[in-house]
């Protein structure tokens, strides 16, 4: 690890869950629920979403930057539960909106490192070559601004690539439980969003992430890797 790697990782966490934390607070506005955007939160200025959640945007991603080289936090956006009650499928769409948006941060990294190497802007790590991946540094360059710009690239699409996946899970108080709703008629997903928030089904929930993502996460991190080189 690079003596600016895990400020360019604290960057990427704090332009990745901002972008997050303002689609949903957009979407709801946009549906009727003025509490996000009376808070400050339909705003790409991390700020607010720093004083809203100083432990899960600034203290614990510094700490485990530093600790484990790798930034874990949390943020949220405040909603009024009147509105999602009367609202259901108004609020299920905000919460897809997080990872929604986390995913097309994913997929312009892709698009951006794809056109680097097609126009030889970029050039493939010779790590890479012989099949052993840095998912810090899926392309290089021959100048230092260019291969800078490779790596906080790359990790802009692997950060925002973990978010859609994660937050997509259907337990609270990650998104997909919500965003579930959209599958289901307007009353049943109500009283689903409402079985979920169970104190005891959203800890089997957590515990359940917390071993099982990885067996998720990784594989898909692979094909992602694969797309950017194909």
């Known amino acids: 690890m690079t003596n600016l790697e895990p400020v360019v990782w604290l960057i990427v966490f704090v332009i990745s869950v901002t972008a997050h934390e303002a689609a949903h607070a957009w979407a709801a506005y946009l549906g009727g629920d003025q509490t996000a955007y009376l808070g400050g939160q339909v705003t790409l200025n991390p ?5 809203r959640e100083p432990f899960g945007m600034v203290l614990i991603p510094v700490i485990t930057v530093l600790l484990r080289g790798f930034p874990i936090g949390w943020a949220s956006t405040p909603f009024d539960p009147k509105w999602e009650a009367r609202y259901p499928r108004r609020a299920a769409w905000m919460a897809l909106a997080g990872p929604a948006t986390n995913f097309g941060i994913a997929a312009a990294s892709l698009l ?6 097609w126009l030889g802007f970029f050039f493939v790590p010779e790590i890479s070559v012989h099949g052993t991946l840095d ?7 021959d100048v230092d601004w260019i291969d800078g710009m490779g790596r906080f690239t790359s990790m802009l699409l692997m950060l925002n690539t973990m978010l859609c996946l994660l937050n997509l899970i259907p337990f609270p108080p990650l998104d997909g439980a919500s965003a579930i709703t959209l599958l289901l008629p307007e009353q049943a997903g109500l ?11 959203a800890l089997v929930g957590l515990v359940a992430v917390w071993y099982g993502f990885g067996m998720v996460l990784w594989p898909v991190l692979r094909a992602v890797a694969r797309l950017v080189h194909a």
């Open 112 to 117: 951006f490192l794809r056109a680097g190497l």
């Open 47 to 51: 700020l607010p979403h720093m004083r």
């Open 191 to 201: 009283r689903m969003r409402q079985a979920l928030r169970q104190p005891a089904l």
């Open 135 to 141: 998912y810090t540094r899926l392309v290089a360059g």
